[in-house]
């Protein structure tokens, strides 16, 4: 990108909360924490002040199939920046005083979330839905699991899942492509160790989908719900589908359900849909908080709006517009640095490959609204309809 003064780059590792067991749930997470804690040749602080004198950006971030340690900096600094995150990456010292002294920093980000029931809620429906699977578990884990974890539990864990095999470097910015090679080899041509030593890169088997009605009671003054379905992975031939739909529906400020519930009925201040897309496995959820003496009210009404779905059908006028909403966000994503290098990391962790722009434009215009109804009818089928709530709901009629 020759236009742009930055480059991003990130390194992915097939790495999440997953591919754990119940007994070291978190220990992803707890991995990426202490990648900043020092190295033989870095401090912590040092980590942080070297990136804050030249100006550049440093973090990390875990999910349920991926861990991603990624930095943003000038291309005069690029140099710079790799060596203090290979450094880092290849050599963090995982000394036992800063593993106890993280654990309680990671069980304050637990209590952190604990406190969050808009983030809260989604890791109960999943636990409900997919109960018994890795996917079901939480990225963070459990208080007592963390707690517990030692030296040897978190190295057993990299050296299981940190494998050239399962290693990505992304990058995009203003670079050229030789230089930034010799520059991956020097800083990261290290990088050693059996490729897979246990066998191929496995990829877990897909969870079963298990109709719930979960409730997790806190004493808060909002009530929040997800009404879920099964949804679509990253993977299928309905993904692109879904995001048109997903628009039309609840996706926005425009859409049915934010029109309907928060313009019309006055019923919430938060309402949106989303479809939560892994290699094999998706799930589709209307969100929404509100007062609990409404909580059956706002019920029936998502539960109308998806009959309405199919009573007071999507033209092609609309179709039209929502595929150039969809075009013109994707499009002017592309004109980041970090929005092109993480896009390009999902496609290749989900796909195998890089899915051009052209390609993914021309995949949103081939949808048709036959395409969204085939989708709808398949999904919202009323055996598979799940409820997940966080609040002071004792009683629920649905």
Sequence with gaps: MPGFSSVALGIWVESGSRHETPENNGVSHFIEHMMFKGTPSRTAFQIADEFDAIGGQVNAYTSKEYTCFHIRVLRSHLEIGLGILADMFLNSAFSPEDIAKEANVILEEINMYEDAPEDLVHDVLQDG???????????????????????????????????????????????????????????????????????????????PYTPCRA??????????????????????????????????????????????????????????????AYKDAGLYAVYAALSP???????????????????????????????????????????????????????????????????????????SIADIYSLAGRMFNPANRSLAVVGNEKDIVW
């Design 129 to 207: 839905v997919w109960a018994g699977d890795p996917l079901g578990m939480t990225i963070l884990g459990g208080k007592d699991v963390v707690s517990k974890l030692g030296r040897d539990d978190i190295l057993g864990h990299l050296r299981r899942r940190y494998t050239p095999g399962r290693v990505l470097v992304t990058a995009a910015g203003n670079f050229e492509t030789d230089e930034m090679l010799a520059l991956l080899e020097r800083y990261l041509g290290g990088f050693g160790g059996p490729a897979e030593p246990d066998g191929p890169a496995e990829q877990p088997p897909a969870p």
């Design 215 to 276: 409730v997790r009671h806190k004493d808060i003054e909002q009530t929040h719900i997800l009404v879920a379905y099964p949804g679509v992975s990253a993977l299928d031939d309905d993904f692109y589908t879904m995001a048109l739909f997903n628009t039309v529906f609840g996706g926005g400020m425009s859409s049915r359900l934010f029109q309907r519930i928060r313009e019309e009925e006055a019923l919430a201040y938060s309402v949106y849909a989303v479809n939560t």
């Design 293 to 367: 003496e409404n909580t059956g009210l706002v019920l029936k009404l998502i539960d109308d709006e998806i009959d309405r779905l199919f009573t007071q059908k999507i033209d092609e006028g609309q179709l039209s517009r929502t595929k150039e909403q969809l075009k013109s966000n994707f499009l002017m994503g592309q004109e980041s640095t970090a929005g092109r290098m993480n896009g390009i990391a999902r496609n290749i962790l989900a796909r195998g490959r890089i899915v051009t722009p052209e390609e993914t434009i021309a995949m949103v215009d081939k949808v």
